[in-house]
């Protein structure tokens, strides 16, 4: 069974930094783009990054522009979220999804388009 393990979540003030690892094992991770998405209380879930599978193209929403960064290591089995500068409104459980996909140069940022997910770690971003 496919497992997405996250990890690096924590509490943070506001202006600081996190970095957050997903691990995934029992699949050909070079065959998925992935995805990191969060959900705040009473908010819907949304995509906050995706990548393809090499991990040459990237997708961000509007709100991390320039403040994060996803990557991902093939040899490693993991993506990672770089997250700069936090804001209180980035507070949420961030979640890290893989998508099976014969497409190489496609990220998806769409959550129903993917197969698996992590079980999420919390961030927090205090002011």
């Known amino acids: 069974q496919v497992q997405l393990v996250e990890s690096g979540g924590g509490l943070v003030q506001a202006g600081g930094s996190l970095r957050l690892s997903c691990a995934a094992s029992?699949?050909?991770?070079?065959?998925?783009?992935m995805g990191w998405f969060r959900q705040a209380p009473g908010k819907e879930r949304e995509c906050v990054a995706a990548i393809n599978r090499s991990g040459g193209r990237t997708y961000y929403v509007e709100s991390v522009k320039g403040r994060f960064t996803i990557s991902r290591d093939n040899a490693k089995n993991t993506v990672y979220l770089q997250m700069n500068n936090l804001k209180p409104e980035d507070t949420a459980v961030y979640y890290c999804?893989?998508?099976?996909?014969?497409?190489?140069?496609?990220?998806?940022?769409?959550?129903?388009?993917?197969?698996?997910w992590g079980q999420g770690t919390q961030v927090t971003v205090s002011s």
């Open positions: 999804a893989a998508h099976f996909t014969s497409y190489s140069l496609i990220y998806y940022y769409t959550s129903r388009d993917y197969d698996y």
């Open positions: 029992r699949l050909s991770f070079s065959s998925y783009a």
